[in-house]
């Protein structure tokens, strides 16, 4: 029975001393434990059920700040009335869409926009009721240099817009008939990007056109006119017989009507000539179909001579061709306007009055519009050399 019981005692404690030796040493490293977890079979069914709650979890929490954000972004463009004004050019349309109360709103906010103060009480409270205002720089310290380009430009037109008024809807007006046919407006050789300016200032030139009137914000050129030609297909050239009636104008007159009074000469699909009179007027003018523009198109310009069987254009340099009228009235220009003459470029106020030792061709502008900014006004213009 003791022995029985010694035996027991020995293999209890045997048990035991394994057991023991399954355990890990008190001492073991940080790297050892690393390793042990890398070589584990990986996490139980629990731990994976758990971390992909808390996974999709954090997603749609994610997926809400970002909801919430992009709805916080809309909230603050809807406060600016252009809320692109740092990043663009404005348009003339957007312009015209803002009441004549807004635009001065609209003009402050790109100074608000880079935290400018407002020494206005009804200004400062405008934009304090703005969620994104943050006015810090008083008015004294705030500069040009703290705005981009697109914000300089922006609060010009709008100030235009401000001083000028309803004179702007007329301004669209011209603005949009000139877009409209941009590349296609007559010009005395060829064709033009926005058409010609030709005003009067001082000297001489009153006599042959309209008087530039200095209105305060901008200057208004009268009696000025935009034609396109009217281009005609040869199969209608070919079939055209004395008595026919045509309706246009040189560009710069009253449209008219026109009758043909005879078949001058045939050029086969080149040109054809022919001769016409306006009631009330006593001679007859020879014109000729052709392609006066090089642009492959028929138009009908006024010829200069006739010898034989050749014909010369009234002068390559100034044709005189049948037009269509596409606007009729008052041209308006910037008081930033420019005027290049052969390259030297001068402003409005230097063209005003002629002085031979500084600028030659003062005392008009006559040339090619080559810009317009976004109100519609004349902003350059490429002058003729011309006497």
């Known amino acids: 029975m003791r022995n029985r019981w010694l035996i027991g005692a020995m293999v209890l404690t045997a048990v035991c001393a394994g057991l023991s030796g399954c355990k890990k040493p008190a001492r073991e490293t940080p790297q050892a434990q690393t390793e042990t977890r890398t070589e584990s079979a990986g996490p139980t069914e629990s731990e994976t059920d758990h971390e992909t709650e808390r996974g999709a979890g954090d997603d749609m929490e994610s997926s809400h700040e970002e909801s919430t954000t992009f709805e916080e972004d809309s909230q603050v463009q809807r406060e600016y009335i252009f809320p692109e004004s740092h990043m663009r050019i404005l348009t003339g349309d957007e312009l015209e869409q803002v009441s004549p109360d807004q635009l001065r709103f609209a003009r402050n906010e790109i100074f608000a926009r880079r935290g400018r103060l407002f020494t206005s009480p009804e200004l400062q409270a ?25 914000e300089k430009e922006n609060i010009n037109l709008i100030k235009a817009r401000e001083d000028m008024g309803d004179i702007l809807d007329a ?6 008939a000139m877009e409209e046919n941009m590349n296609g407006l007559f010009g005395s050789s060829r064709l033009l990007k926005y058409g010609c300016l030709n005003v009067s200032m001082s000297g001489g030139y009153t006599e042959f056109f309209p008087v530039l009137k200095d209105m305060g914000g901008y200057y208004q050129a009268p009696e000025q006119v935009l034609a396109v030609p009217i281009y005609y297909e040869w199969d209608f050239i070919r079939n055209v017989k004395p008595g026919d009636k045509f309706i246009f104008s ?4 009253e449209e008219t ?6 078949i001058l000469q045939e050029h086969g699909t080149d040109a054809r000539v022919i001769s016409v009179t306006s009631s009330g007027d006593n001679w007859e003018t020879p014109m000729v179909f052709t392609d006066a523009f090089g642009n492959g198109k028929y138009v009908l310009a006024m010829v200069d001579d006739i010898v034989g069987d050749s014909y010369t254009l009234w002068n390559s340099d100034d044709i005189s061709c049948a037009c269509r009228i596409v606007y009729k009235g008052n041209f308006y220009v910037s008081k930033d306007c420019v005027i290049d003459v052969g390259g030297e470029e001068f402003s409005v106020e230097d063209q005003w009055e002629l002085d031979e030792s500084r600028n030659y061709f003062g005392g008009a502008i006559y040339g090619e519009i080559t810009e317009i900014d976004a109100n519609g006004l004349i902003t350059r213009v490429v002058q003729q050399i011309a006497g």
Request: glycine content about 8%; charged content about 30%.
């Open 171 to 176: 301004a669209g007006r011209c603005r949009n």
């Open 126 to 150: 405008y934009f304090e009721s703005k969620s994104w205002y943050k006015g810090t720089v008083k008015p004294e310290d705030f500069t040009d240099d703290m705005l981009n380009r697109f």
């Open 250 to 253: 040189f560009g710069w007159d």
């Open 257 to 262: 009507v026109y009758t043909v009074t005879d």
